[in-house]
């Protein structure tokens, strides 16, 4: 049973850093191609990073040059560090498995100086 455990959100002042991390089970996660989303109050959903493979991450305008997405498929985490966050990066955030419809809890991203 594939599930999906974010945490590290929190408040955060603009221009600073966070690091999400997203603990997976229920699979192999070396296998799949993982993301991170998020989703502001009253927007849709969106995606803003994700693996390609093993060497490219692809990576929403939005966020290119700010967060790293990263994985260490030993111990089935995945990662998303975020610097020099703004105040449109407030959302709540998930990870995926880009494959399959499942949608952990989140973690919720408030920048607020």
Do not use: H
């Not at 111990?75 to 955030?93: I, P």
Request: glycine share 10%; net charge neutral.
């Amino acid at each position: 049973q594939v599930q999906l455990v974010e945490s590290g959100g929190g408040l955060v002042q603009p221009g600073g850093s966070l690091r999400l991390t997203c603990a997976a089970s229920g699979f192999t996660m070396s296998y799949y191609q993982m993301g991170w989303f998020r989703q502001a109050p009253g927007q849709e959903r969106e995606v803003i990073a994700f693996t390609i493979d093993n060497s490219r991450t692809w990576y929403a305008d939005a966020v290119r040059g700010r967060f790293t997405l990263s994985r260490d498929n030993a111990k089935s985490m995945v990662y998303l560090q975020m610097n020099d966050v703004n105040f449109e990066d407030t959302a709540r955030y998930y990870c995926k498995r880009i494959d399959y419809e499942y949608w952990g809890q989140g973690t919720q991203v408030t920048v607020s100086s």
